[in-house]
């Protein structure tokens, strides 16, 4: 007793401490908030703006693409229920205003300025792509806590923010493993909370056909039935594909369909025998005949090849002599283009090993003037640069900066995607519980230290679009592998393609990350806690 007597003032003292640290710092420099990526300018005023009681005020027409979003997104992170109101007479005072209107020329289509004083914030932008990237910087700065009084603060100043790169963007892998409606809708989700405005589905390949094609079902019922390893595969009804499309869409994200030909395609090959070619090579491991029960599938010298769980690539091509060739990528394209509302089609054209020289040079010309006929661009991995493409195609850079700068040469604009740097698949380190490491190793640092205008010497900056980390689907299972490969590099290369060369280092950034870790967990992010990065707890 006597003891606890002589030790409670000290008791005293250690329970104020903790009461002092337990209380949330009111944030009052807006220069010193770790935002990613990493805005133009910042200014700040030293004060603090109350969330609690605000109202967010909109123009009618963009109250649920953006007033809605806004609200939902605030309540669900701090709790508060902020009315959307359209009519500024009865502004009251606390108002997160959304304007969006033709102004300020420098911030372009996707630039915003953010000015938040102790009265009010007002995210203005030109169009209103540029509103919803002021949103997520606005969510950013809201603290993952609430103060005593159970209000929010946020420091005061303004932001003046646009894009380097008009391209920012993300692959999913979904043929060699299927993944869910929900699952693509959170991919989407997670990449728009850094500014990123392309998303690439890579929807088919020699393991899968995930994307129903009316006028060729088996396609789907046939081969989406399987996936590498074996298991159940899938595919996007039409009206799922519609879904994600739009999903996107309010999130001012294009998606880009892939339909990768003339190889990857035995999945086609396995549900329609007439698209074959003898120049198949069938590997002999990882072959596995899947559920034939579906009909149309020919016997003899146009028999199907089997459903393929294996991982080998560059053995299927399509037949370039046969005539229903360019009759079934002529119905896939105008299928796909019919439910595609964004102006690019990705025909793949990668790997090609087994299709003869001259059938690929006159393949990539056909579906360039299919894709062209269905009001579109095509997009291509960087071997189309071997076709006679021009100013109206685009390569997508990965392995060969020969074909890069051939592509470049002939005009082609370039989609920068190295995969020593940006191919999210590849392991961490060696000690990665998944991925590969045929590129790289790719650690944090190494996928944020690099610049697309430099990457491929001799490639005018003015001709590269931007840039895409594509996530490939061999070893993925679920949406914690995902995870677990794109976070933490995708905020990284979200920053590459959003803040300027000049105002980035790893140094730098690697902070702001680690403020993240924080952000990430309260998205139930699972990430890898990369050594490179000092995380805050
Ligand atoms: C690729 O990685 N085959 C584009």
Redesign the pocket.
């Known amino acids: 007793m006597k003891i606890f007597a002589r030790m409670l003032p000290l008791l005293v003292v250690i329970t104020m401490l903790g009461m002092q640290s337990c209380k949330t710092e009111q944030p009052t420099d807006l220069t010193k908030e770790s935002l990613i990526p990493k805005p133009v300018s910042v200014t700040a005023t030293g004060e603090s703006f109350s969330l609690k009681g605000a109202n967010i005020l909109v123009g009618e027409a963009l109250k649920d693409i953006l007033g809605n979003y806004l609200a939902a997104e605030l309540s669900t992170a701090t709790g508060l229920n902020p009315a959307v109101i359209t009519t500024p007479e009865t502004e009251p005072s606390g108002t997160i205003n959304l304007v969006v209107e033709e102004g300020d020329a420098s911030l372009g289509t996707e630039g915003y300025e953010l000015t938040i004083t102790t009265e009010g914030i007002t995210i203005s932008a030109n169009q209103p792509a540029g509103a919803f990237y002021g949103i997520q910087t606005l969510l950013q700065l809201i603290p993952l806590k609430a103060d005593e009084s159970g209000d929010y603060k946020i420091a005061t100043g303004t932001i003046r923010d646009y894009p380097t790169w008009s391209w920012r963007g993300s692959m999913l892998d979904v043929a060699r493993h299927f993944f869910s409606v929900e699952d693509v809708k959170r991919y989407i989700d997670l990449i728009s909370r850094y500014k990123m405005n392309i998303m690439h589905l890579h929807l088919t390949d020699d393991q899968g056909w995930r994307i129903e094609i009316k006028s060729w079902p088996n396609l789907a019922l046939h081969g989406g039935a399987t996936q590498v390893g074996g298991g159940k595969g899938g595919y996007y009804t039409q009206e799922q594909y519609k879904e994600l499309v739009a999903y996107a869409g309010a999130r001012f994200i294009t998606i880009i369909p892939e339909i990768d030909l003339p190889s990857h395609i035995n999945a086609a090959l396995a549900s329609y025998g007439e698209l074959n070619s003898p120049d198949t090579k069938f590997p002999k491991e990882g072959n596995y005949v899947g559920p034939l029960e579906t009909k149309g599938i020919g016997e003899g010298k146009d028999k199907p090849t089997d459903l393929y769980a294996g991982r080998e690539?560059g053995w299927s091509t399509l037949s370039f002599s046969k005539p229903t060739t360019m009759k079934f990528v002529s119905d896939v394209i105008r299928e796909l283009a019919e439910i595609t509302p964004g102006p690019y089609f990705h025909v793949g054209g990668?790997?090609a090993h087994v299709t003869k020289k001259e059938d690929y040079i006159e393949f990539i010309n056909q579906f360039n003037g299919i894709v062209k006929a269905n009001g579109m661009k095509m997009i291509g991995?960087e071997e189309i640069a071997q076709a006679n493409i021009d100013s109206n195609a685009i390569a997508q850079h990965?392995?060969s900066e020969d074909h890069a700068k051939e592509a470049a040469a002939k005009g082609a604009k370039i989609i920068m995607s190295p995969?020593k740097r940006v191919?999210l698949d590849m392991k961490y380190d060696s000690l990665s519980r998944i991925g590969y490491n045929w590129a790289a190793y790719i650690e944090v640092d190494d996928a944020y230290n690099w610049d697309p205008a430099t990457r491929v010497p001799g490639i005018n900056k003015d001709q590269i679009l931007g840039v895409e980390a594509?996530l490939?689907g061999e070893t993925l299972q679920n949406m914690t592998d995902i995870e677990y490969l794109l976070f933490p590099r995708l905020p990284g290369i979200a920053e590459i393609g959003w803040t300027p060369a000049a105002d980035r280092s790893w140094d730098e950034y690697k902070v702001r990350l680690g403020h993240h870790g924080p952000r990430m967990k309260a998205l139930g992010i699972d990430f890898y806690p990369s050594a490179k990065v000092p995380w805050v707890e």
Do not use: G, H, L, Q
């Open positions: 690539v990668d790997e991995w990965w392995a995969s191919y594509p490939w």
